[in-house]
């Protein structure tokens, strides 16, 4: 009953898709752990990390994609949420580290200490518990997507004013947190962390632990978000991004509409960012940056906007392109970034999974005509 029920909510490449990333949940892991180094199908612990990050940068694509492909949101500020889910993340990194940090204070983090604070502040309470992080992490970039999104769509602030109000706020984000009295370590951010839930970062276990809990939860928020495009809701949702005021008109709060994707885009983005900082060992005001929100954009939509399987593509695609031409051309990369961009935006708006999806309904085409043209042939 659960599987019929899933099939008749959810689209089948959805669940195929998901199936797949659940397979590199347990492959990658085994072909680093158990195949030996020497072996071709070997996978480097540095490999793992490396696709550990694409994959959350792909779930952060997907957390755009619901607001801007299914609801008509172009958000610039994602990276904000994603940005806060890791600091939550962070700040239960640095209360694990105790007293083997380089001044062994049993309570406050080092950068507290050489800026000569006295006390832990109040916001770092709780924080040396796991259950209160996972809860932070939920909670606060949900929460200042409902008080931002409140505010705007109250306001009916849409198209291009929306976008540059959202970027102001991550811009915001970023000028605060880079102050050192602000309490999450200034412009070098959190780092030096030594272990999550008493295993040792550097571990190549724990490492590839958190590959398959990263690969494991895009899944899951690949299969939540189809459920919800899916639903009367989303359906909803893209009658707002296609007409608003005609949606409004026949009673919608199409306001409620657009704060329920936004908190929940927000809360996958924080999750993206919580499971980005133990694997790459740092968070900085950096990851506020609105260039970071912006490349978001252009994941989503090289992949395919509004189709949720093109930016989890896109992500995973410009982000190993990133990482090949950055070593190889590094002055060339952000000429090619914008030139990729402009060539989506003018000859494939619809992405790479919507060219595929071109290409194979004119096959489909092509196919019966042949046929047709075959039938009289074969009957004379």
């Not at 006390?119 to 924080?127: N, S």
Request: proline share 4%.
């Amino acid at each position: 009953m659960i599987s019929r029920f899933l099939l008749e909510k959810l689209e089948g490449h959805i669940l195929w898709f998901a199936a797949v990333i659940m397979m590199l949940a347990v492959l990658v892991p085994l072909f680093n752990l158990v195949v030996p180094a020497e072996h071709p199908l070997h996978v480097p612990s540095y490999i793992v990390g490396l696709l550990g990050k694409y994959l959350c940068y792909a779930m952060l694509a997907l957390a755009l994609d619901l607001v801007w492909g299914y609801c008509g949101i172009l958000s610039l500020g994602h990276g904000a949420f994603f940005a806060l889910g890791g600091y939550a993340m962070g700040m239960y990194l640095m209360r694990q580290i105790g007293d083997r940090g380089v001044y062994a204070h049993p309570v406050l983090p080092d950068f507290m200490v050489f800026l000569n604070w006295q006390e832990l502040p109040w916001f770092w309470y709780g924080f040396d518990q796991f259950w209160f992080t996972a809860l932070m992490i939920l909670a606060v970039p949900g929460l200042l997507a409902f008080v931002f999104g409140y505010l705007a769509f109250r306001s009916r602030v849409t198209g291009v004013y929306l976008s540059i109000i959202t970027q102001a706020m991550t811009y915001a984000l970023l000028l605060a947190f880079f102050r050192n009295d602000m309490g999450f370590g200034g412009n070098n951010g959190l780092t030096d962390f030594k272990d999550i839930l008493g295993f040792p970062l550097q571990a190549d276990e724990t490492r590839a632990a958190l590959f398959a809990a990263t690969a494991v939860f895009l899944a899951i928020s690949l299969v939540a978000c189809s459920f919800v495009v899916r639903s009367k809701l989303g359906k909803v949702m893209l009658a707002v991004r296609d007409a608003e005021s005609r949606t409004r008109f026949i009673g919608y709060r199409v306001e409620h509409v657009k704060l329920f994707a936004f908190i929940l885009s927000a809360m996958i983005a924080g999750i993206a960012g919580t499971l980005y900082v133990p694997q790459v060992g740092i968070i900085n005001p950096g990851e506020f940056a609105p260039a970071n929100s912006i490349e978001v954009v252009i994941w989503t939509a090289v992949g395919g906007r509004g189709t949720l399987i093109g930016p989890i593509i896109g992500a995973v695609l410009v982000n190993g392109g990133k990482s090949y031409f950055t070593a190889a051309f590094p002055d060339l990369w952000l000429f090619a970034l914008g030139g990729l961009f402009i060539i989506v935006t003018l000859f494939l708006p619809k992405g790479i999974v919507g060219l595929m999806e071109q290409l194979r309904h004119s096959l489909a085409r092509r196919i019966p005509q042949k046929q047709s043209i075959a039938t009289p042939e074969a009957a004379e």
